[in-house]
């Protein structure tokens, strides 16, 4: 195991391992931007109150009637000004831009609206990855709302409509998978994650060849897996930093909870359950909330654990650079004994066009 590469925190890596208790130099901590109390709680409160867009689906020259900002080390920067009355067109440098785009959430419709219109426009040959494109974006979306309201049972039998449109895709085509994965600049969304998980999770499920039912069945539970993070504050899943220990208690807690609000929905398969209450299971024992051991772990506990640790390492943070696909595989691989090693391999065959 090579421990200078280990991230030690459950909320950045999908690792199960104690906070991390090193104290950093009292002049890094004076100097960093992210040790700003006030600052933090502002960027915290503009987070909530606005949702992530992907720049790749902006088209140079075309026409949008919605505000679009830049999130970047704690502040919201205005990129475009349009209103439904004053449109403005996209700039085609736009997407060189660094940081991740937002729009407001009162503006959702727009985008929707804005998404539509792209498969209007579409070339017939890109409409297989303008569908696949439409399916990643409103997957996030359903996620969105329905971390707002988990109770939702609307919501859930929409995830569910979601899921088959992934794995038809996939089906369809095995590479669909590239432009279903949102890539994050900047900061970590727990709706864009949880439509990652389950990309990913379908994915696996696809080049292991399971039936059609259960494909989904594991989609849904990898794309619902983290929903219990709903009742947990913002300023703990928002925290720019490691946790301490009580946060550390309160983020475990997200898999018991995200089992409670899911058993008040028959819509959801028991077999997705797996993916929801063993995505933190290891196979040495060490993972939570039970501490299952090899067998005990069930297969879809077992894919949707390497997806989700998979796209942890790969995302962004304000104080964490991304690993490329290539390290964060290496580093889980390098987790001896926690990750299944034959979907670990197939995994990584699958993600082989990601660099």
């Given at each position: ?11 950045d ?14 002049k ?9 109390p ?16 992907d720049?790749?689906i ?10 679009i ?12 000004e ?18 991740d785009?937002v ?47 988990p ?11 979601m ?33 990652n ?52 208690i ?40 039970k501490?299952?051991?090899a067998?005990e772990?069930?297969l ?5 654990a390497?997806a ?7 995302t962004?943070?304000?104080y964490?650079?991304?690993f ?12 001896t ?5 034959e ?13």
């Amino acid at each position: 195991m090579v421990t200078k590469y280990r991230i030690i925190n459950d909320k950045d890596s999908g690792i199960s391992e104690e906070p991390n208790k090193a104290t950093k130099n009292p002049k890094e901590q004076k100097d960093s931007f992210l040790e700003d109390p006030k600052a933090f709680k502002e960027y915290s409160f503009h987070k909530e109150e606005h949702y992530l867009i992907d720049k790749t689906i902006l088209t140079p020259e075309k026409e949008i009637f919605f505000n679009i900002y830049r999130m970047d080390k704690l502040k919201v920067v205005p990129v475009i000004e349009a209103t439904k009355n004053r449109p403005s067109k996209i700039d085609k440098e736009l997407s060189a831009s660094a940081g991740d785009f937002v729009i407001k959430k009162s503006d959702i419709p727009l985008y929707q609206d804005y998404l539509l219109s792209l498969a209007g426009l579409s070339d017939p040959s890109e409409e297989g990855k303008v569908k696949t494109i439409m399916v990643r974006e409103n997957s996030k979306l359903i996620m969105k709302d329905l971390l707002d309201d988990p109770r939702s049972g609307e919501k859930i039998k929409e995830s569910k409509v979601m899921v088959n449109g992934m794995v038809d895709c996939i089906l369809q085509n095995r590479d669909a998978i590239y432009n279903m994965l949102s890539l994050r600049n900047y900061d970590y969304y727990t709706y864009t994650h949880s439509v990652n998980v389950a990309v990913l999770s379908v994915g696996l499920g696809v080049a292991i060849d399971l039936k059609r039912d259960d494909v989904e069945k594991l989609g849904t539970g990898a794309l619902l897996h983290d929903i219990g993070k709903s009742v947990i504050s913002r300023e703990i899943l928002n925290k720019q930093g490691k946790l301490d220990s009580r946060e550390y208690i309160l983020m475990r807690n997200h898999v018991t909870e995200g089992e409670k609000i899911l058993r008040t929905h028959k819509e959801v398969s028991e077999k997705s359950f797996d993916a929801v209450l063993q995505h933190h299971e290891k196979l040495t024992g060490k993972g939570y909330p039970k501490k299952l051991y090899a067998s005990e772990i069930k297969l879809f506990g077992r894919i949707t654990a390497i997806a989700d640790c998979y796209d942890a390492l790969t995302t962004q943070r304000p104080y964490k650079t991304a690993f490329t696909p290539f390290k964060a595989l290496s580093i889980i691989a390098e987790e001896t004994g926690d990750y299944d090693p034959e979907l670990l391999k197939i995994f990584i065959r699958m993600l082989g066009k990601i660099r």
